[in-house]
């Protein structure tokens, strides 16, 4: 059915209004281009999106803010404050961490309580915590002015700005728990800021020793919460997307991304609607946007063997619960880690079941900003990972979470944080099948594209297709990662490229 056509040519058309959409239609706009997004769902945010009830407002993703010098540059780039728009609250301290043994360790942006709180738990730490800080700075360093930041197509120019010094530096041959206990002895502290390997989808005994930036970042520029909570965030980008003049379209999905010839030509809407456009860009998951909105001839076989090839990070199951009243003995951010750590990473990655030692994540962000919940009340998240949804033996999710949500408490009660059910007020779930189908995340994995060695830089899916010219990718699962930060980024770097090719 050829049903109207809703724009012009000259019209970027950008598929989903999740970060990674919203920053690279505030660089294109910036830049003087037409832009329109089309998001699936009623508001942009994505994965960061909202869920409001009984007076609690939950955000139904992140939930640790890092790097803000991300999102200040992106209000630069197009002449604005980021603090005119957003307010971000600090956190700290910053994540506490605790184990079956009751053992705790709590980390902080404030030199003096960190190297105090090592010291507590590996005396004689002091000289190693500055060392390790010192490594990483260089590491983070490297990283940002020389690999991440820029748009590099192959592994000889992405590698070749590295002097050998900085290449050694980068410690890519020794696991991310080995570089770490070059400096620590405590298993306690490898194992803490170990745990951000979760999210980069493998363990920390197996992904490359320069994520050690992940907890520097976080200890180097802080840990944040916009306001209003990480919507409040979302909201400050939409607004500056829209005074720009960026043309936002909600409850509007894509059906498909029509191409001819090895060219994109546009795309069609569930309604039929047709928009020409000779530059495509999509922001929904790399893998679900080439198997599901792509029908090329010739090419369904070549996207889905590449899409089975690519290795994703976990899924996971998350909570939103309104409790009535405060909860005492948990701070804002608090990491639930199991005695048997490896074991615990070799179920999720290598058994595909859900840890039987289980490791999980709460989070009170009223504790910080009390606007999140009524007046004296808590607005808790949870988030615990499991496998992707094609390799998990599970038959009902929803049966799964009930269970997995009665370990989490029974756990919990174990460090003295009792959470009696008829405080409960209001409680949402979502599945790894509520991500998939609601945000439209491959197999369900919550955090896109792994970030193995062969998955990151040049090696990862890029933000351009090599198929088809003139559509490309933005967000978690393309260049540089997954993650608030690294996906505005990666706005800002298809941005670029579209307009240096433009040029
Ligand atoms: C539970 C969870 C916790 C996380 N915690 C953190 C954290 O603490 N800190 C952090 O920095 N990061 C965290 N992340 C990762 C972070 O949320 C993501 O990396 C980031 O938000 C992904 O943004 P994106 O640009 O890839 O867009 P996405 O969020 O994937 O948005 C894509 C958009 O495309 C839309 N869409 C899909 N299909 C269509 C279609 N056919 N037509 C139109 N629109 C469509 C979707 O509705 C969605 O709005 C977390 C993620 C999850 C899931």
């Known amino acids: 059915m050829n049903r109207a056509n809703t724009g012009s040519a000259g019209t970027v ?7 990674g959409g919203l920053s690279a239609a505030i660089h294109l706009r910036a830049a003087g281009r037409r832009v329109t997004i089309f998001e699936a769902n009623e508001r942009v945010g994505g994965r960061a999106n909202v869920i409001e009830k009984n007076g609690f407002r939950f955000d139904t993703g992140p939930s640790l ?7 200040e540059e992106l209000f630069r780039s197009a002449g604005k404050n980021l603090s005119d728009y957003v307010t971000l609250l600090k956190v700290d301290p910053s994540v506490g ?6 053992t705790t360790f709590t980390l902080s942006s404030r030199l003096d309580a960190l190297l105090e709180e090592c010291e507590r738990v590996e005396p004689g730490s002091r000289p190693a915590v500055l060392a390790f800080l010192r490594d990483a700075a260089v590491k983070y360093r490297i990283a940002f002015d020389k690999l991440v930041n820029r748009n590099v197509d192959n592994a000889l120019s992405w590698f070749g700005a590295l002097s050998p010094r900085e290449m050694a530096s980068l410690s890519v041959w020794r696991s ?7 400096f620590f002895k405590s ?19 197996s992904l490359p020793g320069f994520f050690s930036i992940l907890p520097y970042g976080e200890l180097a520029y802080g840990l944040w919460l916009p306001e209003g909570g990480i919507y409040g965030l979302v909201s400050g980008m939409e607004k500056l997307a829209v005074e720009l003049g960026v043309e936002i379209r909600t409850s509007c999905p894509v059906d498909e991304i029509r191409a001819e010839h090895g060219r994109v030509e546009g795309i069609t809407l569930r309604s039929g609607d047709r928009l020409d456009s000779q530059t495509v860009i999509s922001n929904v998951d790399v893998p679900t946007t080439n198997t599901k909105l792509l029908r090329c001839n010739g090419l369904t076989g070549k996207f889905a063997a590449r899409a089975a090839n690519t290795r994703m990070t976990c899924s996971v199951l998350t909570y939103y619960l ?3 009243g405060k909860i005492d003995g948990l701070g804002h951010h608090t990491i639930f880690l199991p005695l048997d750590y ?10 595909n079941r859900i840890p039987r030692d289980l490791p999980f994540y709460v989070s009170l962000p009223s504790e910080t900003d009390p606007g999140l919940a009524p007046a004296g009340d808590t607005a808790m998240f949870v988030l615990v990972p499991t496998p992707l949804i094609s390799e998990a033996c599970v038959p009902d999710w929803n049966a799964e979470a009930l269970e997995v949500k009665r370990r989490v408490f029974e756990r919990l009660m174990r460090h003295g944080v009792n959470i009696h059910p008829t405080r409960i007020v209001c409680e949402e779930i979502y599945t790894p099948e509520t991500w998939r189908d609601r945000f439209g995340l491959h197999n369900g994995s919550a955090f896109g594209a792994a970030h193995n060695l062969f998955q990151v830089g040049p090696f990862r899916d890029a933000n351009y297709s090599r198929e088809i010219a003139g559509l490309y990718y933005t967000g978690a699962s393309t260049t540089p990662g997954t ?4 996906v505005v980024l990666s706005g800002k770097l298809v941005a670029e490229r579209i307009l240096q090719r433009e040029r």
């Open 187 to 205: 298993p306690r502290i490898c194992e803490a800021l170990g745990s951000y390997g979760m999210y980069l989808g493998g363990s920390p005994h």
């Open 322 to 324: 309104g409790i009535r």
């Open 13 to 19: 058309a950008i598929i989903g209004g999740g970060l």
């Open 97 to 102: 961490f605790a184990w079956p043994d009751r």
């Open 342 to 351: 490896q074991g615990a990473f070799d179920d999720l990655n290598k058994h």
């Open 483 to 486: 993650g608030m930060p690294m």
């Open 65 to 71: 803010l890092n790097y803000p010098w991300v999102f």
């Open 176 to 182: 991310l728990y080995s570089e770490l206990g070059r």
